[in-house]
């Protein structure tokens, strides 16, 4: 089955910085990457998600890259907020099987 | 729509008492999912249906886990008997596709077995 590595598992920057976050999976045959955000106490949110026929996707801030021969994704937010501190989640999946998730990285913006 | 509901939000229990944590996911929603966080071990998928039918079970830890989905708006996650190492926050998310995408998490049950 599916497998997904995420690091780093805790991300420190300064407010205005860039953070990354990068992704690995083992299953060639997943096609949809999707990252969500949890902020504290709260439920996972979809932020933004990619397919494998597309290399990049963005959405203001926040961009995702996908390499499929490599088998890894990222997730770059840019200008950082003290907003955007939250714990983030990457997965991975395809059709007709669940998201199998990362185990999520704590993000902390500091003003 | 108010999403996906979840009940209770916190459950405290002893051990080798029965917990059930209930779901209604969003109306029209096809995909159903159960996931488990923990500090150590992230978001595991328990068990997933897709038109109320049980499609892989493979993360239910053991026989003490069972999930049902009778109806399109209602399914269930039962512990019999519960453990400590059972505590941890359970989500329960629907999507609006026979597929995995576009998830929405309800706001979980908080589950502590002393």
């Known amino acids: 089955g599916e497998n997904v590595e995420q690091h780093p598992s805790t991300l420190s920057v300064q407010e205005g910085d860039s953070a990354v976050i990068k992704c690995t999976y083992s299953?060639?045959?997943?096609?949809?990457f999707p990252w969500y955000k949890q902020e504290l106490g709260k439920r996972p949110q979809l932020i933004i998600d990619?397919?494998?026929?597309?290399g990049e996707k963005k959405d203001q801030r926040i961009a995702v890259t996908l390499n499929k021969t490599a088998k890894h994704f990222s997730l770059h937010i840019t200008e950082t907020q003290p907003e955007d501190s939250a714990v983030y989640f990457c997965a991975a999946g395809r059709a007709g099987t669940a998201l199998i998730f990362g185990k999520g990285t704590t993000l902390s913006v500091s003003s | 729509d108010a999403g996906v509901i979840q009940s209770p939000r916190h459950e405290v229990t002893e051990m080798g008492q029965e917990v059930t944590l209930r779901c209604k996911p969003i109306s029209g929603h096809n995909s159903l999912f159960w996931y488990r966080q923990t500090m150590m071990r992230g978001l595991e998928l328990l068990i997933y249906f897709n038109n109320n039918v049980p499609i892989d079970d493979s993360g239910m830890p053991e026989d003490r886990f069972s999930a049902k989905m009778p109806n399109a708006s209602f399914s269930t996650l039962k512990i019999q008997p519960s453990e400590p190492r059972d505590s941890a926050v359970y989500f329960c998310a629907s999507s609006p596709q026979v597929t995995n995408e576009k998830l929405f998490f309800g706001s979980g049950t908080q589950l502590s077995v002393l």
């Open positions: 990619i397919r494998s026929n597309v």
């Open positions: 299953d060639s045959a997943s096609n949809y």
